[in-house]
């Protein structure tokens, strides 16, 4: 059976290619401002054990009329929410830059634990530093703050003065989101953790991504790519491998923490 279809209960997850005969899914969750197609390359990479879910946020590509929310917690929660029918299989998350945070307040919110969690080119949620905020800036200095910062729109993007308007309510509102957020503490995930990083990432250094470390109290370890933030375009063969690996030996998902 293929064919993107919805979750049954929400647009909030999308499945490109429903596999019947899958052993796992795997949850991604893109960055700030990006859309489902940021993972489009990994459905066929990850098939046929793993079944690729991408999360879709509202405000970008085809929720783009539906307003973009900027509280991160509210997001996580909607996430989980729409997972919710799709965890009849063990499962994984992928969270790139502040997907990795979604990603975490999500498995929070679960009945069930990820079997993985795969945490990409972000700080951990109990180490983001508050930084001066620039969501609320004009859209000409938020865009180029954006552009400077995170190396996240390339030229073809940023030349495009009517796909850069559509873009940017949904931008600002991520940015908004993480601004906001403040870690609450709570009980370590007994779930590996993964964190992912770019060598060449001024904003999240190996030394950062360790501290991934204190959230869970199963297995760890850091991985590093050549590249910058967006290090797993080039790298995405070699990002997919290791996470299947990491997937071969998938049991039944750990159950709720109680």
Known sequence: MTGTIESPESPWIKRPRVLPEARARLFCVPHGGGGPSSFARWVPGMAPDVEVCLVH??????????????????????????????????????????????????????????????????????????????????????????????????????NDAELMRLMLPSM??????????????????????????????????????????????????TEMFAGGHFYVNEARPQVQELVREALVTVVPAVKGRG
């Open 57 to 158: 946020l509202p405000g970008r590509e085809g929720r783009l009329r539906e307003a973009p929310l900027a509280d991160l917690r509210q997001i996580a929660t909607r996430v989980a929410e729409a997972m919710a029918p799709l965890l009849d299989l063990p499962f994984a998350f992928f969270g790139h830059s502040m997907g990795s945070i979604i990603a975490y307040e999500a498995a929070l919110l679960l009945d069930g634990e990820p079997r993985h969690l795969f945490a990409s080119a972000s700080p951990p949620p109990h180490r983001v530093e508050e930084e001066p905020p620039f969501a609320h800036l004009p859209d000409a200095e938020f865009l180029a703050e954006v552009r400077r910062s995170y190396e996240g729109i390339p030229d073809t993007v940023w």
């Open 172 to 221: 600002r509102a991520d940015f908004a989101a993480y601004e906001s957020y403040r870690w609450r503490p709570s009980e370590p995930l007994r779930c590996p953790i993964t964190a992912l990083g770019g060598k060449d990432d001024p904003l999240v250094p190996d030394g950062t991504l360790a501290d991934w470390s204190e959230l869970t109290s199963g297995d760890f370890r």
